[in-house]
């Protein structure tokens, strides 16, 4: 009786091994979060913090990496969307996460592209939750991986709106510069994008996605700030960039020089 339930443990063991839970990632930093098997088409995490949360003495202040954590975080929620309006303004502060949409059969090693999605709104509204937010099938996943069976990674980015985004202000650059070298003209938001991007770098490839392959849809609502945000950050860091096409085509004759 006891060597056949060693048995069973040791089998139920290997199992685990060789046929790990697809739901269940380890990023970067060594936490985890556990998502979902959204009706056999593809896996969904939903509210996974990106950047530390805006507030208080962080409110107008460019972002910074999201804090580690111990452990393993749920992220079956979306996350509130970014404050928009006067006060009482909709929506939260609190607002910098992300949502990672994977085909179930990806594993780390897959190299799959990686459809990087900014909302549209005009910087002052939109958001990264919701089907409702998505605006049409294309850019809903359900309607992705549902009628197009897309191979791919999808990555759903907030970044803060309206006055959280984009105050700008002699005063304001000032303090940015003596508290953190990083003076800031009003474009908090576009470096909400930035950020989301850089943890695309460091952790898509635990979903399964390339970081060398991170495209825009083929008409996103954000495709601008895309341009401003993305090819704007490789001129900066040309080691770990490409444009889009070349990202796509793996093309190694993409240069610095084209993208700045």
């Given amino acids: 009786m006891l060597s056949s339930l060693l048995t069973l443990l040791a089998v139920s063991k290997i199992d685990e091994q060789q046929c790990p839970d697809p739901t269940l990632v380890r990023l970067a930093h060594g936490g985890s979060v556990r998502g979902v098997l959204y009706g056999g088409l593809y896996r969904r995490f939903l509210g996974i913090p990106f950047a530390q949360p805006p507030l208080r003495e962080r409110r107008f202040m460019p972002p910074l990496p999201a804090a580690a954590w111990n452990g393993t975080r749920t992220a079956f929620e979306y996350a509130l969307s ?71 990674v999808y990555v759903y980015a907030a970044y803060r709106l309206e006055a959280f985004g984009f105050l700008g202000s002699k005063e304001l650059a000032a303090h940015n510069e003596q508290t953190n070298n990083d003076a800031s003209t009003g474009n908090m938001g ?32 954000g495709l601008p700030q895309f341009r401003r945000t993305w090819l704007r950050s490789a001129a900066r860091a040309c080691s770990r960039a490409r444009s889009w096409r070349a990202a796509v085509h793996k093309d190694p004759c993409c240069s610095c020089a084209s993208l700045q």
């Fill in 82 to 152: 970014c404050a928009t309006g006067q006060a009482p303004y909709t929506g939260s502060e609190d607002c910098l996460y992300l949502n990672v949409y994977a085909p179930p059969a990806a594993v780390q090693g897959a190299l799959l592209p990686v459809v990087f999605f900014i909302h549209g709104g005009g910087f002052e509204g939109g958001g990264a939750g919701g089907s409702h937010q998505f605006g049409s099938n294309n850019l809903d996943p359900s309607g992705v991986f549902e009628h197009l069976g897309a191979r791919a």
């Fill in 190 to 221: 576009l470096q909400d994008q930035r950020m989301a991007l850089n943890w695309v770098q460091e952790n898509i490839a635990a979903f399964g996605g390339d970081a060398e392959r991170v495209l825009p849809p083929a008409t996103p609502p």
